[in-house]
Structure formats: structure tokens, C-alpha cells
């Protein structure tokens, strides 16, 4: 932290957390980083997330446990099956945020989602930062989690 710090002697980071599922077979947690230069127009800020499998101890990706074949399947997948989290009145159409989401130029997919002990939540920021959740059962997946 100290050579971030250092880099940008200006700046001002925060990271808040939640812990969204800590059981035997799943952690899972979602970050938002903040960050505010002194003199800078506006703050910026990201969402990521991790999911670690307890027995392998390695993070776990989108396509282990929900079944899909490309990435206009995913698409077509969040589109039918998730639904924003929250009251925003500003909400982008669910297939726009869809979009997005698979578009391998704005997510790697494995770092912007996370469990909870009933749903599967995406992470999704298009003009702001959207949270779409499906319940687990409501969901074709590749093991149970």
C-alpha cells in the first residue's frame, strides 16, 4: 500500500467490503475502491469481488459453476434470469447491462460477481454501478453451491 500511496501523494483511497457468504465450501465478498485526487473533477470508484473455493483455496470462476457456452449465451442468461438489486430509477435496459457484462473489453466476468447463500450476483457498471441478482435455484449451474 505504501508505493500506491507514494505514487499518488494526492489521493485519498478507501476500500469497503462485504463479506457475502463464509461457509465450508464458499468465501465470497465484494470490494468497492474509492479514490479522490485532490483537485480532480470527481472521484472515481470500482467494484470487484472474490470467490475462493474452500477445498481447492483457489477462486473460482463464473463458468464453474453456471452453465453457459459463450458469451452471447451469458448475455441472453443475465437478460432472462437476473433481476437489479436496489430502487434505481436510473436503470439501463437489463439487456444493455447484459451487454456489457460479456463484453471482454470492459470484464473478465470472474472478478465482478459473488455468492450469497441463495443468489448469484453480478457486478455490472455502464454509466454507473449496477448489482443483478439470480437465485441459485432459478439457475441452470454445474455444481451446487
Not at 470467490?51 to 457456452?69: K, Q, Y
Amino acid at each position: 500500500m505504501e508505493d500506491l500511496a507514494s505514487s499518488y501523494p494526492n489521493t485519498t483511497i478507501t476500500v469497503n467490503y462485504e463479506v457475502t457468504r463464509n461457509d465450508a465450501q464458499y468465501f465470497s465478498a465484494a470490494f468497492l475502491f474509492c479514490a479522490i485526487t485532490q483537485g480532480a473533477a470527481h472521484p472515481s470508484s470500482s467494484e470487484y469481488a472474490v470467490t475462493i473455493d474452500r477445498a481447492s483455496n483457489r477462486p473460482v470462476r463464473l463458468s464453474d459453476i453456471l452453465e453457459f457456452d459463450s458469451s452471447q449465451d451469458l448475455a441472453r442468461l443475465i437478460a432472462e434470469s437476473f433481476t437489479p438489486l436496489g430502487n434505481r430509477s436510473d436503470l439501463p435496459p437489463l439487456e444493455k447491462l447484459a451487454s456489457r457484462y460479456t463484453d471482454p473489453d470492459f470484464y473478465d466476468g470472474d472478478r465482478h460477481f459473488y455468492l450469497t447463500e441463495d443468489s448469484l450476483c453480478l457486478q455490472v457498471s455502464c454509466w454507473g454501478d449496477y448489482v443483478l441478482e439470480a437465485p441459485l435455484s432459478s439457475l441452470s449451474l454445474l455444481s451446487e453451491p
